[in-house]
């Protein structure tokens, strides 16, 4: 069983990620020729910390392949504005996630150049699920993407 991690976040504060964002992930690891999936993570800005409580799973509108993933459902959004809206505006939109087809997956150039045209202004979390491990990363609009080591 997947457990909570904390990790320093090089920007400032704490990263929690719930280990049911960790099993979500890990559920939709690329084996045998599975095409990548991704979707939304959703969380909490604690001031300088980042607690990350859940992410949604594709949906049968976005479209993948073995080495592309495009989130094109309003599902995302609509489970995000729904989960703010019983939150009492607590938890928000606050980062990407998707897979890759390797052990130990590093953002594609693609990736970076979609988060940096497509992100809010804001420090976004972004995870990226490989066969083994999980890349971590924050994307700042002060300091763009940084990877956060474990």
């Known amino acids: 069983m997947l457990q909570d991690r904390v990790i320093l976040n090089p920007i400032g504060g704490y990263i929690l990620i719930r280990s049911r964002v960790f099993e979500t992930l890990k559920s ?9 999936a991704g979707g939304i993570l959703l969380g909490s800005y604690r001031g300088v910390h980042l607690e990350i409580t859940d992410a949604t799973t594709p949906f049968p509108t976005d479209k ?18 729904q989960i703010w809206s019983t939150s009492s505006r607590l938890v928000t939109y606050i980062g990407e996630w998707h897979t890759h087809p390797i ?8 990736d970076v150049i979609s988060w940096t045209r ?33």
């Open 118 to 150: 497509d992100l809010p202004s804001r420090n976004m979390l972004l995870l990226i699920q490989g066969l083994s491990d999980v890349y971590i990363g924050i994307h700042s609009p002060t300091t763009g993407l940084i990877s956060v080591p474990e």
């Open 64 to 81: 993948s392949s073995r080495n592309h993933f495009n989130r094109l459902s309003k599902g995302h959004q609509e489970y995000a504005e």
């Open 103 to 110: 052990p130990s997956p590093n953002p594609s150039h693609q």
């Open 28 to 36: 939709y690891t690329q084996t045998g020729n599975r095409p990548e």
